[in-house]
């Protein structure tokens, strides 16, 4: 799905996105904004949230500038949602092992979205 991250770009079935993401199981990819840059805050991850995923998966930047404050953690934690957070580089090796292992367990589709900053 995810075919390569370079600091400024993502590649996603062939296409390539030059803004940061939202990448969803069902390999829909939406434009992903936050009300700060580097700052990622309950309100950043609400529609993310609201599509009930097993797993949230955030990339940081290629150098991990972007920080999720301890609200959106124990938001998406709440509600009993699996959070993984690292470099967008690994968070891209991250999601698409998830989503191919789940793709190939017969009747289990795990539910993962990936929000992936692509710069800093």
């Avoid at 993401?21 to 950043?44: A, F, G, N, Q």
């Avoid at 949602?81 to 090796?93: G, H, P, R, S, Y």
Wanted: with cysteine.
């Amino acid at each position: 799905m995810i075919e390569e991250y370079h600091l400024g770009s993502i590649t996603i079935d062939g296409k390539i996105y030059n803004h940061d993401v939202e990448v969803r199981w069902t390999s829909e990819v939406l434009s992903w904004w936050r009300k700060e840059s580097h700052l990622i805050d309950v309100e950043d991850l609400k529609r993310a949230v609201e599509q009930s995923p097993d797993t949230i998966i955030i990339g940081t930047g290629e150098s991990g500038v972007a920080e999720v404050t301890e609200g959106a953690k124990k938001e998406i934690e709440s509600k009993g949602i699996e959070l993984i957070i690292d470099l967008t580089e690994q968070a891209v090796k991250t999601f698409n092992i998830i989503n191919e292992e789940s793709k190939e367990e017969e009747g289990k589709q795990n539910k993962v979205i990936g929000l992936f900053h692509l710069t800093c």
